[in-house]
């Protein structure tokens, strides 16, 4: 059974920073793209950042210049490093892995929260 298993969440005042980590297998980390999402309540949830097996990367229009993402291939792990975050980046974070041959094929973490609030 595939388990991505995500800690780092919390609370944070704006302008302060988190980081995400999201841990799994040895084959699906080398094999799949790994990606972040978030749902912030009553919202739908929207995708926040994308790395590829290969280390190519995309973002979120509205993340893009503060949040990073990267692959520790030592550790299986995949993080999320967010700056200058903002009360609107509040909702549950979650780490997905998806296959590149079949979209179809994927897994979830058990969500993290991330609170911006002073």
């Known amino acids: 059974q595939v388990q991505l298993v995500e800690s780092g969440g919390g609370l944070v005042q704006p302008g302060g920073s988190l980081r995400l980590s999201c841990a799994t297998s040895?084959?699906?980390?080398?094999?799949?793209?790994m990606l972040w999402y978030r749902q912030a309540p009553g919202k739908q949830r929207e995708l926040v950042a994308v790395?590829?097996?290969?280390?190519?990367?995309n973002y979120a229009a509205s993340v893009k210049g503060r949040f990073t993402i990267s692959r520790d291939t030592a550790r299986n792990t995949v993080y999320l490093q967010m700056n200058s975050l903002k009360p609107e980046d509040t909702a549950v974070y979650y780490c997905?892995?998806?296959?590149?041959?079949?979209?179809?094929?994927?897994?979830w973490g058990q969500g993290t929260q991330v609170t911006v609030s002073s």
């Open positions: 997905n892995a998806e296959s590149p041959w079949d979209r179809s094929t994927n897994y």
């Open positions: 040895e084959s699906i980390f080398r094999l799949y793209e």
């Open positions: 790395i590829t097996s290969a280390g190519v990367t």
